[in-house]
């Protein structure tokens, strides 16, 4: 029986391409949106080169301008933000839910304006993502929480925010970009035990900084945070993707091909090359931004774990399943960050791969002939797993929801034609 849902978007992908030549990696999803967030601490101008077209970064800046912003992209890539005219810290529930990253207002509205209110965000469906980290932050620097309705209303002190010794309870991204920017603004010293490492949560750190604040231990599990009265604007580059420059890797690797990464962050992309120099592909480090990925078409089954930074990043879990497809062996996979990012099995499934999960384990036994299939990009990794299964597919594969992939990749079809395959978008 035919379903009847909207489908959205789709992507006709012909099987049996080797990808081959360059391909330019875009700006970082997870810096830009943090640091498009980070904006509004400041009534200054800032300007943030190199942020990637994708509809997060879009669905973003049309909450930052219904909050009162200013928000004018100046070239393709450039946004000039000036928070000096937000004069509203209620987000619009519609525009909240259609990204994860937007509940990153709350710690700069918190810090800058003394209140903000919220629904739970959105994004992908990947688990239960709570937001204790972030609250418990707030609730640490002074801040009164409470839901109203769905809502929850965070309201700071009389005085302001004050700075505080606060433990996370898990290393989470978002929760400690928001924790940070609050604790930026706030009265005295912050310690943030247990804050996350990620590179992304490193950029926003130093954008802090160059925003006048005063933070250290960038990079550590413990972030020491002097409160500054005010920040000021900054221009700032978007790091590049590492998990955009993840999938271009894989997608090499998996189709016997050999792709230069032009403007990837390789030194932040250790536990990938580990992973796929063991499962037999060649990964040259050319420079600090440019690594080229080759494979004879022969790779082995590995087993790895997504882990929080420096691990294994969780977004690449469903592309390197796709790939350990095509590997000889049996490959075990755990997932130890998010609950349900096991979405993608069932697609690849649809395409004949040999992989069953259980819990947050997969079990991949390869080499498995895929065939082209109709499925579905489920979440922004998921769709990529699906798309990479269908590169080495044989005949056609349509894949429906692509919106999922607009969320996160730039350009997408355009860099795969450039390395050679045969993809269309309806
Ligand atoms: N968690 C808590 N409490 C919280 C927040 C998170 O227990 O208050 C748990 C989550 O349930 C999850 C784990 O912490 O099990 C990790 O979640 P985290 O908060 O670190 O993830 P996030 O900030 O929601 C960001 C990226 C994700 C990326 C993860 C992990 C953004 C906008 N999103 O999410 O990116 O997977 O960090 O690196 O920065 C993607 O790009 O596809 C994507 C989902």
């Known amino acids: 029986m035919k379903s009847t849902l909207p489908r959205g978007p789709r992507y006709i992908v012909q099987g049996g391409a080797v990808l081959r030549g360059d391909v330019p990696i875009s700006g970082a999803k997870n810096h830009a949106l943090a640091a498009m967030c980070a904006s509004l601490l400041t009534e200054d101008e800032v300007i943030l080169n190199n942020v990637p077209e994708i509809s997060d970064a879009r669905s973003l800046a049309q909450l930052l301008t219904n909050l009162g912003a200013g928000v004018e992209w100046t070239a393709p890539n450039t946004l000039r933000l000036v928070g000096g005219t937000v004069g509203k810290v209620e987000t619009p529930s519609e525009l909240i839910t259609e990204n994860r990253a937007s509940f990153q207002v709350m710690g700069p509205l918190l810090a800058r304006l003394g209140r903000a209110s919220s629904v739970p965000p959105g994004g992908d469906v990947i688990g239960q993502r709570p937001l204790d980290v972030h609250l418990g932050g707030f609730h640490y620097m002074g801040a009164s ?118 403007g990837a962050p390789v030194e932040v992309m250790d536990a990938l090359w580990a992973k796929l120099r063991d499962a037999g592909a060649t990964v040259t480090i050319e420079g600090p931004a440019c690594a080229r990925i080759a494979s004879d078409g022969h790779l082995r089954g590995v087993n790895f774990q997504a882990l929080p930074y420096p691990g294994l990043a969780t977004d690449l879990h469903a592309p390197l399943a796709a790939m350990l497809t095509q590997a000889h062996g049996v490959s075990i996979i755990h997932e130890r960050v998010f609950d349900n990012r096991m979405l993608y099995v069932g697609e690849l499934r649809k395409m004949g791969a040999e992989i069953v999960s259980t819990g947050s384990s997969a ?27 269908a590169l080495v597919a044989h005949g056609e594969t349509t894949i429906d929801d692509v919106s999922h992939l607009d969320r996160g990749y730039e350009k997408l079809a355009e860099k795969l034609r450039g390395l050679g395959t045969a993809i269309e978008r309806q």
Request: glycine share 12%; with cysteine; aromatic share 2%.
């Open 145 to 262: 929480i409470r839901r109203e309705g769905e809502r929850y209303v965070v309201e700071a002190p009389e005085g302001g925010l004050r700075g505080a010794r606060l433990f996370m309870d898990y290393p989470s991204v978002s929760g400690t970009q928001n924790v940070v920017m609050a604790a930026a603004l706030a009265r005295g010293h912050s310690t943030i035990v247990n804050a996350a490492t990620e590179p992304e949560v490193q950029h926003l750190c130093h954008m802090l900084n160059a925003m006048g604040g005063h933070i250290e231990g960038i990079g550590t599990q413990m972030l020491e945070v002097d409160g500054v009265e005010r920040l000021h604007g900054a221009t700032i580059d978007i790091m590049p993707d590492r998990i955009e420059a993840g999938t271009f890797a894989v997608a090499a690797a998996m189709t016997a091909g050999d792709v230069r990464l032009n």
């Open 363 to 389: 079990i991949v036994v390869g080499k498995a002939q895929l065939n082209g299939a109709h499925v579905r990009a489920l979440d922004v990794r998921a769709g990529a797993a699906v798309l990479l299964a």
